[in-house]
């Protein structure tokens, strides 16, 4: 079983000495400073078999205390389906481009893509995805602002992942708001840009000095598939600005 620090209890440290609270029960407690990785460790979901003694005993306090709640990770159900869908809402900060319905029918053909963390009986965050052509799509996830910075993101997309594998699938990708480019750069995805504008707007010579490697057409839209190094929000602000007809955006993707 996971375990992990209750969603009202908080912690933090100074020089000498960490200090926790429950804000629910008004509950604190101080503990040594050498606890440190073993707290981060616990923010972020951990199995008290695999602690040392010396952090079973500060584990089993965290117990005794009722600090502490189970964190499971496992695909939605049905009845979790609204829930997850407005954390989307409240979470993604330039909102969805992808409707409840859609996803709903997406979930009714792919609902292993479909996973939700939670924490006790509560979903506290959610990943959702589906097959495109040659790839598997992570289409949205979201962690509620409550528990950000806990690593449930990372847990979410390693579990997604670990699903693709077994599905057999090779490649998967994920378009990446501007705020969160680091968080797939650290997670070994590599980006490319996605460029798309109406036909009409550009030319394909418009964008000569972008290194394109793949065109495609969806309905009255175009395309464009760039090469990048790495990614460049500067560069890509001066691309949004030189453009502004078109749509820019950076793609992470991974194989295996």
């Not at 009722?66 to 695909?75: Q, T």
């Not at 390693?158 to 705020?179: C, H, L, Q, S, T």
């Not at 590599?190 to 109406?198: D, G, I, N, R, S």
């Not at 972008?210 to 009255?220: A, G, P």
């Amino acid at each position: 079983m996971i375990q992990t620090l209750n969603k009202h209890v908080k912690w933090r440290k100074d020089n000498s000495a960490i200090f926790i609270c429950d804000c629910k029960r008004l509950i604190d407690l101080k503990i040594s400073f050498k606890y440190e990785s073993f707290m981060k460790r616990l923010s972020n979901g951990i199995e008290k078999e695999k602690l040392i003694e010396e952090e079973k005993l500060v584990f089993s306090d965290f117990e005794k205390m009722k600090l502490l709640s189970e964190l499971k990770i496992k695909n939605l159900s049905e009845k979790d389906f609204s829930k997850a869908m407005k954390i989307l809402d409240s979470e993604l900060s330039k909102g969805r481009v992808r409707s409840n319905k859609f996803l709903f029918n997406k979930f009714n053909k792919f609902p292993q893509f479909f996973i939700g963390i939670f924490l006790d009986k509560e979903i506290i965050g959610v990943i959702c995805g589906f097959p495109r052509e040659d790839y598997l799509l992570i289409s949205e996830i979201a962690i509620d602002s409550k528990f950000h910075k806990r690593g449930f993101g990372k847990i979410l997309i390693e579990r997604f992942e670990e699903v693709a594998r077994k599905g057999k699938y090779n490649k998967i990708n994920v378009g990446a708001e501007d705020n969160v480019i680091n968080f797939y750069s650290f997670l070994d995805y590599k980006p490319f840009l996605l460029v798309q504008y109406k036909k009409g707007d550009y030319i394909l010579e418009n964008f000569s000095e972008l290194d394109i490697f793949r065109k495609s057409e969806d309905k009255n839209q175009i395309l464009l598939e760039v090469k990048v190094n790495d990614f460049n929000l500067s560069l890509l602000k001066k691309f949004r600005e030189s453009y502004p007809k078109a749509w820019f955006q950076y793609i992470f993707t991974k194989s295996f």
